[in-house]
Structure formats: C-alpha cells, structure tokens
C-alpha cells in the first residue's frame, strides 16, 4: 500500500509508504488527494501529520520512469491532478503537520510546503529540481514561506537546500535528530488535537482565506470567524474552563 492512514487519540498520521524513495505516480497523486479532501471531515480527528516510511527520502518527487511516458497532450490532465493534491492537503479541514524524514525534492517539498507547520530531520533536503528534467513548478508554493532571492536560486539551479538554511530561510519550523522526528510531530500534534474541534477547523479556514487578503480585510474577516464560534457550545466550554482552571470538555458543537 503507497499510502497508510493510521489514527490514535485524534491524531491521523499519513504516511508515505513506496519504496525506495517514495516517488509519487499518477495514482499516488489521486491517493492522497482522496485521503485528504475526506480527513478531518468527521470529529474522529482533529490534527494530522503526514510523513513518509524509510529514510531515505520524504518524497523524491515524481516518478521520472512513469514521467517519461507521458504524453504532452495529457499534461494539462496530469497537472490538474497534482494541483487537486496539492490543494487538499493545504485545505484539509484539520492542522497538518509536515514530519519531514529525508530529502523532499520537487513535488515532495511542495507536499511539505502545503502543510501549516514543518517538523524536519536533520537529514533533510528540500529543493526544486524541476530545471534539471525540463520542466517548472513549485515556485508558488514555496514563495509563500521563503524571500524571493533564496526562491529563484533554487528553481534556476534545481540544487537543493539543507535542513539548517531551510530553517534560516523559514521554509521549515524545526529541525530534530531522526529518531525524534515522529515523537516531537506526535507531542505537538496531541498539544493541538486537544483543542475545540470546531475552533481548529474555523481557525484552520480563516487562516487559508486571510493569506491573500489586505491587513485590514483579513482581521475583518478573521473577527467573523469568532463571531461564529461564539454560536458554538464549545466555545463557551472553553472561556468557562479557562475561568474555572479546568481541562475543557469539547462535544464537538
């Protein structure tokens, strides 16, 4: 199976499993885009991370074997597919948190840029190779989160980036030895799945709608946000518990 749901105490870990390198195909694409356009949707989880099995890599990128088949009359198909990925997971209802295991090349450091927070191994890599087979992408995502001298280095030269100027940059939030990666992903995943399930999913939204939006427009619309949860049980849950200095108990409504 390429792609493994697993789920533990609100938190659904996704992980990448197609050796050796996790290189993503058609199919793939499709796997993770149906996962995670459906994932949060129920109140069973409420944060997700999504890694990758191995170590030798996060993601590779695309499937340059299955690549070289295509034809170019199927390229605007075949990017359609990879912009629905790509999407579902940057608006999956819940937090993703990307726990990067190795290098992410291509699609792969797109994948990981199209989550809310960026947990890497000290042995990742993240780069844009594209240049290098002929072809452009991911220059939209990854401008999002680094300067644009750092972003046209990469895409001209397709060479890739360690974890620590990935950190410099911003591109990433924290860098931990290999055998800590999943228990920090984990430990911060549980800290956010504890939280107001409807909170997390406004919360979630409201940031993804303010992302382009002017200063002024983007706290309007973020104060909108809280004058929903205000409807919400859940909401009141959480300012009695924080009076009373109590653990809040959320029903989801």
């Excluded at 996060?58 to 990879?82: H, I, Y």
């Excluded at 401008?143 to 980036?161: C, V």
């Amino acid at each position: 199976m390429s792609l493994v749901l697993e789920k533990q105490s609100g938190v659904a870990v996704v992980t990448l499993n197609r050796p050796p390198v996790n290189a993503l195909t058609l199919e793939l694409y499709e796997q993770i885009a149906d996962l995670f356009e459906n994932l949060g949707t129920n109140l069973d989880v409420h944060c997700a991370v999504f890694t990758a099995e191995g170590s030798r890599a996060f993601c590779a990128g695309l499937d340059l074997n299955e690549f070289l088949s295509a034809k170019p009359e199927d390229d605007p198909a075949r990017a359609a597919t990879v912009r629905r990925t790509f999407s579902a997971v940057y608006r999956c209802p819940i937090p993703v948190i990307a726990a990067i295991n190795g290098p992410a090349l291509g699609a792969g450091s797109v994948l990981a840029t199209v989550c809310d927070i960026r947990i890497a191994s000290s042995t990742a890599r993240f780069g844009m190779p594209e240049i290098n087979i002929g072809r452009c992408g991911g220059a939209a995502h990854h401008g999002r989160l680094i300067p644009q001298g750092a972003l046209r280095r990469m895409y001209f030269t397709g060479e890739p980036i360690n974890a620590q100027e990935a950190l410099r940059l911003g591109l990433i939030d924290e860098i931990v030895e290999p055998d800590r990666l999943m228990p920090t992903a984990m430990k911060l995943a549980q800290t956010i799945a504890a939280k107001s399930p409807l909170g997390l999913r406004y919360a979630k939204r409201a940031l993804n709608d303010i992302e382009s939006m002017s200063l002024e427009a983007a706290y309007e619309h973020e104060q909108s946000y809280s004058t929903r949860l205000m409807y919400t049980e859940d909401a009141r849950e959480a300012t009695r518990a924080s009076v009373e200095k109590r653990a809040p108990i959320f029903k989801g409504r």
